[in-house]
T-cell receptor, first 115, second 114 residues
Framework: GENVEQHPSTLSVQEGDSAVIKCTYS??????FPWYKQELGKGPQLIID?????GEKKDQRIAVTLNKTAKHFSLHITETQPEDSAVYFC??????????????FGQGTILTVHP | EAQVTQNPRYLITVTGKKLTVTCSQN?????MSWYRQDPGLGLRQIYY???????DKGDVPEGYKVSRKEKRNFPLILESPSPNQTSLYFC?????????????FGPGTRLTVT
């Protein structure tokens, strides 16, 4: 089955700095890579996703890059703000296949943005 | 408002006492899933359902049961809870027609088994 490794487990930055979280996956059949943000006391919420036919996707201050050959993908947050403080999860899935919907999550990264 | 609801939000119980955590969604999603979240382990899938009466095991199904008799509901059943099932549980739902792969999560249920 799929295995997703996420690093770092904790990340502390100053407001305005950039933050990068990296994930690797093992199953070459995975073709959908979402990132979820979990605020304290809430369920995870999708912030950005990328499919395997795209190398990079950007949405305002956040971007995701994917390297299919190396089987890794990364989340980039620029100009961080205190409200970006949360737990971030990467995930991988073979969307549209027989195992549709089965997300395999990374271990999570606790991001703290200091004012 | 489109949402996934879970009940109860918090539950403290004793070993062996059967319990059910309910999950309901109002978005007409075909796909529903249960996850448990433990520190350092991320979210691990327990069971999922592709549609009514169609369920399958996830990565950590031991000690859990599910049923999907109605499209909107997907309860999680612990027949004989044990302390190692103390965890934070999330229900999620999504479409499965390829229009969107986004999973919508409920607010979570914190379960403590003593």
């Amino acid at each position: 089955g799929e295995n997703v490794e996420q690093h770092p487990s904790t990340l502390s930055v100053q407001e305005g700095d950039s933050a990068v979280i990296k994930c690797t996956y093992s199953d070459s059949a995975s073709n959908y890579f979402p990132w979820y943000k979990q605020e304290l006391g809430k369920g995870p919420q999708l912030i950005i996703d990328i499919r395997s036919n795209v190398g990079e996707k950007k949405d305002q201050r956040i971007a995701v890059t994917l390297n299919k050959t190396a089987k890794h993908f990364s989340l980039h947050i620029t100009e961080t703000q205190p409200e970006d403080s949360a737990v971030y999860f990467c995930a991988a899935s073979e969307a549209g296949g027989t195992s549709y919907g089965k997300l395999t999550f990374g271990q999570g990264t606790i991001l703290t943005v200091h004012p | 408002e489109a949402q996934v609801t879970q009940n109860p939000r918090y539950l403290i119980t004793v070993t062996g006492k059967k319990l059910t955590v309910t999950c309901s969604q109002n978005m007409n999603h075909e796909y529903m899933s249960w996850y448990r979240q433990d520190p350092g382990l991320g979210l691990r899938q327990i069971y999922y359902s592709m549609n009514v009466e169609v369920t399958d095991k996830g990565d950590v199904p031991e000690g859990y049961k599910v049923s999907r008799k109605e499209k909107r509901n997907f309860p999680l059943i612990l027949e004989s809870p044990s302390p190692n099932q103390t965890s934070l549980y999330f229900c999620a739902s999504s479409f499965r027609d390829g229009s969107s792969y986004e999973q919508y999560f409920g607010p979570g249920t914190r379960l403590t088994v003593t």
